[in-house]
């Protein structure tokens, strides 16, 4: 049984005329504990998959499962779905409510979730996320880049959930806290048993991350492939193989 | 004294509540008919470095230098009102998003011809020739359409074309590019870095090109600044950039993952905080 | 705790309780507004008034209400009275320190009311959108429609004068500004990341309204009620002036201007002292929103 799988599912915004299709018949499965990225390039609705799985796009057709549940339509998810799936943002300056302390946020997402022991939950939290207690009860604005997305990791992490989705996690973050907080994904995957799915536009991150790369284009899934195709350059389309030469760097013509 | 810009001794400093914070801290380099890369981490002060030398630091920030010399002449002892014949004129600047400089309610074309017009004086005939001259040297096919066009309907790409083809209009000695492609696709990216690359070569334009991308950096410089804490910790030949020497820039390096083999886990940079004390490395 | 050691206390960047999380927070609010000379000076009116109607029985010199019909229309200084009496003698000063209490008791009134009532109606139909939105815009938009003053004498006539209604009044047509900018700041958090994170851990719209929501639409709110107070306050002079509010022998500080409006040309203090006080209070509001709104103000900030 898949951990996630997506049989022909369309996505679109607007109604009408203004309609516009970010996605279209997309089907793909992740496994259990798999880690499986989408690539493509803005637009092209790698983002839009997740936003439609979690419900933060209402307007879809097709089907979603989770651990063989189907997900049911429009936007509305039961709790037990958010217990299973979570989500980490792209911006960390954009994610965290400006006015809420770290403390606030954890207990906040732990209350929700039904726990009653949130004072030793939130302590071991950000011990998972690398942060410690000393940053319990700081605000947004007293932390970097990298130390507010160690908290949305850790928010995403309290519910216990068996998949987390990551969209663009690093994109905003410099290099060498990029590292940081891959390395921290990476050993939240081993010692949680996670799936992840994710998002990237950054090649090298993906092969970094995942064992299976789907390469969208225009709201397709143009093909699907293990990262050692990818890394030894044998794409199965050309538009892969465009995508892979231009991520590789400029070259003086 | 074949230097287009010099840069002797530069500080940005800003007063906070905590006391003085310096953002730039004694920044020195030369610049020739070239392409310089400013490379650094968020905060190490790369955009403020070029954003002090069109002396575009706003107020409490304060800008100082022994001297900032375009052509000989040192821009710091220039009045605001001769800065202002200065940026854009001879020294241009692309910002990151296209969205933030453009005007949403002028077409394309009307800005252009404003932006021709306010330096050189001319018919509007001849300022619309020049503006569609301008597109088609940034790779713009369709140039009478697209000067007819609001900025909302253009791509991010062509935003930023047309963003580097209004800062050719007067045809400057030096472009200061801050990470014109950090908002762009991969494919797009490598279209608007060949327009750069040919009007550094076609023009004998400088440039300073800024970014945080370290690998784009080494394929597209030729010579590449380290900054770190606002000095400049490193410099060297961009082809030779992996081959660097200082723990900042090989951490940097090293934290990257890598496209062509795979890696258990990746490196953390160690931050030795000699590194911010260390006086900045001068020009060779 | 030396002074120094609970400065630093409080400027922390890292914060070892809840309680010093909010103190720090709250006392740097307080120096950015401390350093606005300005705003200074209009809470320190504002706290003035309080302490004034909160001893009215000791400061003023004089019952509010005593006349004194000899002694009618005493000009300024006069002995005993430093700001001249009214046309039944009463002692303005007086006058003026029990009218603070009836000023600050329609301010408060109508700063509970008004802006909660802009407030739920505004995020309920930011945030939920729809026909929700239409609907409660729509009936905004027709209370905007109507000319505030005659919108408040049409509510009074209706339901009578006096101070309650009066309050009524104004809160009624006070309200749709907040509702709109309420939604307005809606609009912009309900699609934010931030908000998207909330809602994945199962949060219902009541809970982020509340929640998430409130607390960022309410600092602008307080920015923007502090800056309407002076037309409040005028608002219910206005109505008091009118006789539609406050009723005489209430030394309410419009009233006492329609009082005095009769002698303005021969005694013009006893019109002048009430507006001074208006003025005074009004100004103070403003001056203090303006500080409060770089403080509090998310958009003014670097």
């Known amino acids: 049984m898949s951990a996630l799988s997506f049989k022909d599912l369309d996505v679109w915004f607007g109604e009408g005329r203004d309609r516009v299709d970010a996605v279209r018949g997309a089907s793909f499965e992740v496994a259990p504990g798999e880690s499986f990225g989408l690539v493509g390039e803005s637009g092209s609705g790698k983002s839009t998959i997740m936003r439609a799985l979690t419900g933060l796009a209402p307007h879809w057709s097709g089907r979603m499962a989770v651990n063989g549940r189907d997900v049911p339509p429009g936007k509305r998810r039961d709790r037990a779905f958010y217990k299973t799936v979570q989500m980490v943002f792209q911006d960390p300056y954009a994610s965290l409510h400006p006015r809420q302390s770290v403390d606030q946020v954890l207990s906040e997402t732990l209350y929700l979730h039904g726990f009653r022991d949130v004072e030793p939950r939130i302590e071991r939290l950000l011990d998972d996320v690398g942060l410690g207690p000393t940053f319990r009860f700081r605000y947004p604005h007293q932390l970097s880049g990298g130390q507010r997305q160690r908290v949305a990791i850790a928010r995403a992490l309290a519910p216990e959930p068996a998949i987390l989705l990551l969209d663009e996690p690093t994109s905003a973050l410099d290099v060498s806290v990029q590292a940081e907080i891959l390395n921290l994904l990476t050993d939240l995957r081993t010692e949680h048993d996670l799936t992840f799915l994710m998002v990237s536009h950054d090649l090298a991150v993906v092969a970094h991350m995942c064992e299976r790369i789907a390469v969208m284009r225009a709201g397709e899934i143009v093909e699907v492939m293990g990262v050692d195709e990818m890394r030894a350059m044998r794409p199965g389309h050309p538009y892969t193989q465009s995508l892979l030469e231009a991520s590789l760097g400029y070259h003086r013509g | ?284 | 705790m030396s002074g120094t050691a609970w400065r630093e206390w409080l400027l922390t960047d890292t914060p070892h309780s809840r309680m010093q999380a909010r103190a720090a927070a709250l006392y740097q609010g307080w120096l950015a507004f401390r350093s606005n000379t300005l705003a200074m000076f209009g809470l320190g009116i504002l706290v003035f008034l309080l302490a004034v109607a909160a001893f009215a029985p000791v400061i003023a010199p004089h019952d509010p209400y005593y006349q004194d019909l000899a002694n009618r229309l005493q000009p300024l200084g006069t002995e005993g009275h430093s700001l001249g009496t009214d046309s039944l003698g009463r002692d303005i000063l007086s006058r003026l320190i029990y009218g603070s209490r009836i000023t600050l008791y329609i301010v408060a009134l109508v700063a509970l009311i008004a802006p909660v009532a802009g407030l739920i109606v505004g995020t309920v139909a930011g945030y939920v959108g729809g026909w929700v939105d239409m609907v409660l815009m729509r009936i905004t938009d027709i209370f905007l429609a109507f000319p505030r003053l005659v919108l408040a004498l049409a509510f009074v006539a209706a339901l009578g004068a006096g101070i309650e209604n009066a309050v009524l009044a104004i809160s009624l047509t006070a309200w749709p500004p907040y509702a709109r900018i309420a939604r307005a700041e809606t609009l912009t958090i309900r699609n934010s990341d931030y908000i998207s994170a909330v809602r994945l851990q199962g949060a219902g719209p009541l809970r982020i309204i509340t929640k998430h929501i409130w607390p960022l639409c309410i600092s602008s709110l307080i920015v923007r009620v502090t800056l309407d107070m002076a037309g409040i306050i005028l608002a219910a002079a206005g109505l008091g002036f009118l006789g539609l509010g406050a009723q005489p022998p209430s030394p309410e500080w419009g009233a006492m201007i329609s009082e005095g409006r009769r002698f303005i040309l021969d005694h013009w203090w006893v019109a002048t002292m009430p507006g001074l006080a208006i003025f005074t209070v009004s100004l103070a509001f403003n001056l203090l929103g303006d500080g409060l709104r770089d403080v509090l103000d998310p958009k003014s900030e670097k």
């Open chain 2, 1 to 284: 004294m074949t230097d287009l810009l010099d840069v002797k001794d530069l500080w940005v400093r800003f007063p906070t509540r905590k006391g003085q914070f310096d953002a730039v801290r004694g920044v020195s380099f030369r610049l020739g008919r070239e392409r310089l890369g400013i490379v650094g981490e968020s905060g190490s002060g790369k955009s403020m470095t070029g954003r002090a030398i069109l002396r575009l630091i706003r107020a409490p920030g304060q800008v100082e230098a022994a001297h900032i010399k375009l052509d000989g002449e040192d821009l710091l002892q220039k009045s605001e009102v001769e800065m202002r014949a200065v940026r854009g004129q001879r020294i241009s600047m692309v910002m990151q998003d296209p969205k933030f400089s453009l005007n949403p309610v002028m077409t394309v074309g009307d800005q252009l011809i404003e932006a021709y017009r306010l330096h050189a004086k001319g018919t509007r005939a001849e300022a619309r020739a020049k503006a569609i001259e301008m597109l088609e040297a940034v790779s713009i096919r369709d140039a009478e359409r697209v000067m007819r066009a609001y900025p909302h309907e253009m791509s991010g790409g062509m935003g930023q074309r047309i963003m580097i083809a209004m800062m050719l209009i007067p045809d400057p000695e030096l472009l200061i590019a801050d990470e014109p492609t950090s908002a762009l696709d991969v494919s797009v990216q490598a279209q608007v870095l060949q327009i750069l690359d040919r009007l550094v070569q076609d023009r004998g334009m400088g440039l300073i090109f800024i970014s945080h991308d370290l690998n784009l950096v080494a394929q597209f410089c030729d010579r590449v600044l380290i900054m770190y804490a606002g000095r400049v910790v490193e410099t060297c030949d961009a082809a030779r950039l992996h081959e660097a020497t200082h723990p900042y820039t090989r951490g940097l390096l090293n934290s990257l993952p890598r496209f062509d083999a795979p890696q258990g886990r990746l490196e953390v940079l160690k931050r030795d905080p000699a590194w911010a004390e260390a006086p900045s490395v001068g020009p060779e």
